[in-house]
């Protein structure tokens, strides 16, 4: 399992870096991932692809031949997993952190939170965020320069979902503002109060 993030270069293309996920956060994304949703075409359009135009945090993860992409969003972390041949998956995590976002924090939220204990969503979403601007930070995380089969990977598994991102373009580009905000109303209705990975 490995972070995915694409760095600016001046003139040129972006170019493709990847790190190895630690052992703890990729047992917590395994978990998670098990309580994956299909997520159809028309889901994803209606919704959360509308987050890629707003300022939302978010990483890429590379497992075997699937993507997942992590997003931070009430009620804590939107994951979604893009699979080679375009089937899509979703869930929506609960942060531990009881307030976050501002909501009111329930008794179980107050319960389980440790605030000593790793908050493997932060890490997932922002190892990556952090590295991708931050050379310095990329080397001491070990990022390395993809290999032409991690990226052929990767494209693979998202060829699907930019395709859905030129239908968008081309059936919303003159009211993007309005669909970006039905978008973010649709997230909202789909995500509820989340589901609580220990």
Sequence with gaps: MRYVILVEQKRQAPAMFTAPVDQDDADYLRRAAETLKPLSAEEYMKGPAAILHMLARYSYILDGD???WCVEWLPGMIMIRFSRGGQM????????VPDFGGRTADKADRDAYDPDA????????????TAQSDEDDRNAKGFARADAKTEATFEAALSRVNEIGEQIETQHGDDLEAWVY????????M????????
């Excluded at 998956?89 to 531990?96: D, E, Q």
């Design 182 to 189: 039905r978008g973010e109303e649709e997230v909202a209705k």
């Design 89 to 96: 998956a979703w869930t929506a995590l609960r942060s531990p």
């Design 118 to 129: 790793p908050n493997h969503q932060v890490n997932l979403i922002f190892e990556p965020w």
């Design 191 to 198: 995500v509820g109060d989340g589901v609580r990975i220990d």
């Design 66 to 68: 699937d993507v997942y």
